[in-house]
């Protein structure tokens, strides 16, 4: 007999776990076609347990559940490998992209284009790219995924952003040209050519990657607030990676 609920072999993160009774945990797991969830890893504490080794953050997974509740069950969970474990700075900020992806995205809401972000931000993560730039293009990409970012190839008006020209960037709204007054509320104000090479994923300036930070800045605090993150020390190591 078919278990209720039965999904077979897709592609998974963990991206947080915690004990659960005795000898089990609770994991929250990122997919493409199944958006994020709660399910329970029974036995996963033991030290025979076969998904012991397996249930990794930062590392591809293939997984199998059954049920239809808030919390799933627990099938099976496959090592896919390829990916470096992190360490050090790049583990903090593996760290990081997952306690975004928690804070911006809904239970049980599926976003193949949220996954992907995240798959590529990790991969990267793993490898030599400039941890600044990964981590900019992952909370933009992030937010245009999600619907709370748009293009930085245009203005407000539909016009192109032009290089020379001075911009004003706020929360939940596109680049306006800078009319010599300070608006109402955060904003910042930007060179057009700035935002060219953001939209471009051209972080190869120093100038544009700290743009990009104060940029992504704006944008995370008006949908999280000042201080949306869990460890003070977590955010503070984030913020000091500008180049």
């Known amino acids: 007999m078919s278990q209720p609920g039965r999904v077979d072999r897709q592609q998974a993160y963990l991206l947080h776990a915690q004990p659960y009774r005795e000898t089990s945990l609770l994991v929250e797991v990122l997919t493409p076609q199944h958006g994020r969830f709660t399910m329970v890893a029974r036995g996963a504490r033991r030290p025979r347990a076969d998904v012991r080794g397996v249930l990794l953050p930062f590392q591809p997974l293939t997984l199998s559940w059954f049920g239809k509740g808030e919390v799933r069950t627990l099938h099976t969970a496959e090592w896919n490998g390829g990916v470096p474990q992190l ?21 049980d809401d ?59 960037c706020r929360g939940g709204a596109l680049a306006e040209r800078d009319a010599g007054f300070d608006p109402v509320g955060p904003f910042l104000r930007l060179p057009g050519s700035e935002l060219l090479a953001i939209e471009a994923d051209n972080y190869s300036a120093i100038s544009t990657r700290r743009a990009a930070r104060s940029l992504l800045r704006l944008l995370l605090t008006d949908l999280l607030g000042e201080e949306p993150f869990a460890s003070r020390e977590l955010l503070q190591a984030i913020s000091a990676i500008a180049d």
Do not use: W
């Open 87 to 107: 360490a050090g700075i790049r583990l903090v900020c593996g760290f990081y992209l997952n306690e975004l992806m928690l804070k911006l995205t809904a239970r």
């Open 110 to 168: 599926a976003e193949p284009r949220a996954f992907a972000v995240y798959d590529q931000a990790v991969r990267a993560l793993a490898g030599t790219d400039s941890l600044a730039a990964t981590l900019r293009r992952y909370e933009l990409r992030l937010l245009q995924a999600l619907g709370y970012a748009g293009s930085f190839a245009c203005d407000q008006h539909g016009e192109a952003i032009e290089a020379t020209a001075q911009y004003l």
